[in-house]
């Protein structure tokens, strides 16, 4: 008897190590079928009781539309994706680390004892006893003010609580309806360009529309069009006496308006030189080649003329001018 008397509380704190490990062994085993686990009152409170010697992370959520709880819908596809990737990286469960899911429907009572008024809300339990035992029983706390969290912030926060231990990375599942978007998207595009190669390759290959192009960029570069983007200017102004200035005086100082009133003269001096250049040379009958000369000539000259008048109003001091703008 005295020797059964001896033995006995031995006996009691070895069935107590076991019953310890038998209960992080038995959620380890559930979270190899699925993780996070789902809990209920009872399943929480045996997961987070005191003694424990593994770790639990716990998200206490609201998933039912009547509670419109839309952070909780939002992280809620995340948390699972971390719970499996980390249970699939540590099947061997040497992090020691349970992922658990709690919802209001299923835990009344648990929110009601916490205190809880808002959710979601995430609790990492670490361990009262054994190597990896933290000073405080007390839960810590995940901060969600943020907005919702991506998998892999949650996953650098539980690193961070859990040094020491292995930490699996997050491994999202492949995305087939992206990649078969992705390829059916570039299979169309490039069938089109196919079909449509021997249209679309002259207009390409044009080199009358590049020049177009390029000119009309010129155009609206050296008119000042960037000038006016950046210094938000306006389009018009009065001129004090009841009228309007189209043309802003000094060189600091642009219009909306007058910006189009240079870039249509310097368009009107490319074109002129362009067909005296190009187009006149080509005519067959001499008398219309000539009339053409002198045509474009004269409002080349014209318009030249302008545009030295605008040059003076934008400095009083500018000594050119050719008639009639003078």
């Known amino acids: 008897m005295r020797i059964f008397q001896s033995i006995l509380p031995l006996c009691l704190l070895f069935a107590g190590g076991f019953a310890k490990k038998d209960r992080y062994e038995e959620f380890h085993q559930l979270s190899q079928r699925s993780s996070p686990l789902k809990l209920n009152d009872a399943t929480y409170t045996s997961l987070t009781a005191a003694p424990r010697n593994h770790s639990v992370a716990v998200l206490l959520t609201a998933l039912e539309t009547r509670f419109g709880c839309q952070l909780c819908q939002e992280f809620a596809p995340e948390w699972e994706i971390l719970g499996r990737s980390w249970i699939r990286g540590d099947k061997a469960g040497e992090s020691r680390l349970i992922f ?52 892999e912030q949650v996953h650098s926060w539980l690193s961070r609580q859990l040094p020491n231990r292995p930490h699996p990375p997050v491994q999202r599942p492949f995305n087939w309806l992206r990649w078969a978007s992705t390829v059916t998207i570039v299979l169309g595009v490039g069938t089109a360009l196919a079909s449509a190669s021997s249209y679309v390759l002259p207009i390409i290959q044009n080199r009358n529309i590049w020049a177009s192009i ?72 001499s008398k219309t080649q000539q009339v053409a000369v002198v045509v474009w000539s004269v409002i080349l000259f014209l318009v030249y003329s302008f545009l030295l008048s605008v040059f003076r109003v934008k400095n009083s001091g500018y000594p050119f001018s050719l008639p009639p703008f003078m």
Request: charged letters at 10%.
């Open 100 to 151: 658990g899911t709690l919802d209001f429907a299923d835990g009344r009572e648990t929110f009601i004892s916490l205190g809880l008024q808002t959710a979601p809300v995430l609790l990492l339990f670490n361990p009262t006893i054994g190597p990896h035992a933290a000073a405080s029983p007390e839960p810590v706390r995940y901060d969600f003010t943020a907005g919702p969290s991506a998998a």
């Open 214 to 285: 390029s000119l009309i960029a010129i155009l609206l570069f050296i008119s000042g069009h960037m000038f006016n983007h950046i210094r938000k200017v306006p389009y018009i102004v009065g001129d004090g006496h009841g009228g309007v200035s189209y043309i802003a005086g000094g060189f600091q100082n642009q219009l909306g308006l007058e910006t189009q009133i240079v870039a249509a003269i310097y368009g009107v001096l490319s074109f002129c030189a362009i067909t005296l250049a190009v187009k006149v040379p080509r005519m067959a009958d």
